[in-house]
C-alpha cells in the first residue's frame, strides 16, 4: 500500500519534470536542475520497484537452461567496462538447470553487481559451476573488499546494505528467488580477500 501510495504522485513529478525537460533545453543551467529532478525520481521508483518485488509472490516459468548462458547474458547488463574488473565465466557450458530464466537472471546480475561494486580499482570476478550430489553450485568469486563475519550474517537482510546507495533489498530478492526454486544462496568471505557467493540449485533430473 505504500509503495502505490508513493508511486502515484511520483509519476506527476516524473511527468511534470519531462515537461520542464522539453521546455528548458536551451536554458543549460535549469536543464540540468531538471535532470536532477528526473534522476531522483528514477531513483525512488527503482527502491519502489525493488520493495513490490520483495513483497510480491514470486511466479515461477521454468524450463531447462545453460547456467553458462545465464551468466553470460547477466554479463551484458552490466556497465561495459565493469570499472576494470574481468568477469570470467569458467561455466561448463552443458550445465543444465531447471529454472525460470528471467529469474535467475535477475539474480546472476544481483550477485555479478555487489561482487563488482566490491572491488576498488581492477580486480576480478570468477563464476565457476559444478555438480555435487542432487544440486548444481554455481559460484561467484570476487577480488573485493571481502566482509566480516557480522556482515556476513546480515547479507541477503532486507534493508541490509553497505552501501552510500542501496535499498539493501537486493540480495535479498535474490535469496528468496533462490528459495523459490527449492535452492539456497549461501556466502563465504573474510576482510580484504574477497567473498564467494553460492548459488545452490537442485539438479534438473531431480526436480
Not at 525493488?50 to 545465464?70: D, H, K, N, W, Y
Not at 525460470?100 to 555487489?114: K, T
Not at 570468477?126 to 544440486?135: A, F, K, L, M, S
Amino acid at each position: 500500500t505504500v509503495a502505490h501510495e508513493i508511486r502515484n504522485p511520483l509519476g506527476g513529478i516524473r511527468g511534470f519534470a519531462a515537461l520542464l525537460a522539453r521546455d528548458l533545453k536551451q536554458n543549460e543551467c535549469l536543464s540540468r536542475l531538471v535532470e536532477k529532478i528526473l534522476q531522483g525520481a528514477k531513483d525512488l521508483e527503482r527502491v519502489v520497484d525493488e520493495l513490490l518485488e520483495f513483497t510480491r509472490p514470486i511466479q515461477l516459468r521454468l524450463r531447462s537452461v545453460g547456467c553458462a548462458e545465464l551468466v553470460d547474458v547477466a554479463v551484458t547488463f552490466l556497465e561495459p567496462d565493469n570499472r576494470g574488473v574481468e568477469i570470467r565465466n569458467c561455466v561448463d557450458r552443458t550445465l543444465l538447470i531447471l529454472a525460470d530464466p528471467e529469474r535467475m537472471h535477475q539474480v546472476f546480475l544481483n550477485i555479478l553487481l555487489n561482487a563488482v561494486q566490491s572491488i576498488q580499482g581492477s580486480g576480478q570476478v570468477i563464476v565457476t559451476g559444478e555438480v555435487r550430489d542432487d544440486q548444481v553450485v554455481i559460484a561467484f568469486s570476487d577480488t573485493g573488499c571481502g566482509m566480516t563475519a557480522e556482515q556476513m550474517e546480515q547479507a541477503f537482510s532486507p534493508f541490509y546494505t553497505t552501501k552510500e546507495k542501496g535499498t539493501g533489498l537486493g540480495l535479498a530478492i535474490a535469496a528468496k528467488i533462490v528459495e523459490s526454486h527449492g535452492g539456497q544462496l549461501d556466502v563465504t568471505s573474510q576482510p580484504g580477500a574477497g567473498s564467494t557467493f553460492y548459488v545452490l540449485l537442485p539438479r534438473a533430473d531431480k526436480q
